[in-house]
């Protein structure tokens, strides 16, 4: 699934490998094993928009810019009592 960057929110985990904004080379051996976890969204001028990521430097894209976003997984139903 991909979101365009005025749709993000904190907590979405963002695959930027490759992204022509975060890793326009396609080199970043973080990237390309991880998901990056927005923590703080910072709209900017002229239709820019400041994302900020856990553990990695922020990164400024255009809010119409689409991003693919990691689904999260529900989380596991529990056992009920026997």
Avoid: C
């Avoid at 390309?32 to 900020?52: F, N, Q, S, T």
């Avoid at 922020?58 to 119409?64: E, H, I, K, L, N």
Wanted: aromatic residues 8%.
């Amino acid at each position: 699934m991909r979101k365009k960057v005025s749709d993000i929110e904190p907590g979405d985990t963002l695959d930027l490998h490759g992204d022509r904004y975060a890793d326009p080379a396609g080199t970043d051996r973080t990237y390309a094993v991880e998901y990056a976890e927005v923590i703080a969204v910072d709209p900017e001028v002229d239709g820019w928009i400041r994302l900020h990521f856990e553990g990695l430097p922020t990164v400024s894209f255009p809010a119409d810019h689409a991003i693919p976003v990691n689904p999260v997984d529900p989380m596991p139903s529990l056992p009920g009592p026997h």
